[in-house]
């Protein structure tokens, strides 16, 4: 059974950092990929940031050059670097994994950005 649970989020003023993590049940390298998404209020859920299991990295262009994602093997986590946040990264921010075409997800855990 796959279980994926965030951690990290919080309060912070403009300009901040947090680092998100995403524990996961099983080894991270079973999954086609992981990937870290977001959801605002009254918005869809889009994509933030994607690695593939080759390490392949991808972001949105709104979190190009601030957000890096990163995993940990031995660990079986997932991480999400936010630098220079801006009151537009408030969002609940949601851990996934693909693996043979079905999609994890956790619980979430929320960012909000204000001075």
């Known amino acids: 059974q796959v279980q994926l649970v965030e951690s990290g989020g919080g309060l912070v003023q403009p300009g901040m950092s947090l680092l998100l993590s995403c524990a996961s049940s099983?080894?991270?390298?079973?999954?086609?990929?992981m990937a870290w998404y977001r959801q605002a209020p009254g918005k869809q859920r889009d994509l933030v940031a994607k690695?593939?299991?080759?390490?392949?990295?991808s972001y949105a262009d709104p979190v190009k050059g601030r957000f890096t994602i990163s995993r940990e093997g031995t660990t079986k986590m997932l991480y999400l670097q936010m630098n220079d946040l801006k009151p537009e990264d408030t969002a609940v921010y949601y851990c996934?994994?693909?693996?043979?075409?079905?999609?994890?997800w956790g619980q979430g855990t929320q960012v909000t950005v204000s001075s």
């Open positions: 996934n994994a693909k693996i043979l075409g079905l999609d994890y």
């Open positions: 099983v080894n991270i390298f079973e999954f086609n990929s």
């Open positions: 690695m593939t299991v080759g390490g392949t990295t």
